[in-house]
């Protein structure tokens, strides 16, 4: 018997399973930042205004940092399926693999089974993530 079926939902499971798999994934950075958390007495996980020092910062209780690489805005209102989100300066990649670059306010779907996050890229990886120009040459006609 399943006991846990009994008791939820087939989606709900599913949503629970997406996010224990994200976590998944960062599960190394997590301890990596407890070691220097230990050692530098720099907190695992802080306050948006740790890094962005706005009013706004100063005024959102539901976004935090995970160390210095990972910015975590999960949905904390009953129903809502969007979010505001604060990106501090610096270019960011979401959980699609798009990079935005800070610092900008952005308005982003947060359905059940996705988590709203955020990870720091150099600039390098950033401009690799730029389209490519699309250069066109024409050979001009001898008058």
């Known amino acids: 018997m399943n006991f846990p079926n009994k008791i939820f939902l087939d989606t709900q499971i599913s949503q629970v399973d997406c996010l224990f798999k994200l976590r998944s994934k960062w599960v190394d950075y997590i301890k990596y930042e407890c070691e ?12 948006l205004w740790w890094h962005l020092d706005t009013s706004e910062a100063f005024s959102c209780s539901d976004q935090f940092f995970v160390g210095d690489k990972l910015l975590v ?11 505001d989100v604060f990106i501090p300066k610096g270019s960011w990649r979401d959980q699609t693999g798009k990079i935005v670059t800070g610092p900008i306010k952005l308005n982003v779907k947060a359905p059940l089974d996705v988590l709203p996050f955020y990870e720091k890229v150099s600039e390098e990886e950033a401009c690799l993530q730029e389209p490519p120009i699309d250069i066109k040459l024409y050979r001009a006609k001898m008058l």
């Open 73 to 83: 805005a999960p949905v904390v209102c009953q129903g809502a399926r969007t979010r």
């Open 36 to 47: 220097k958390a230990v050692q530098t007495g720099i907190p695992v996980f802080r306050p």
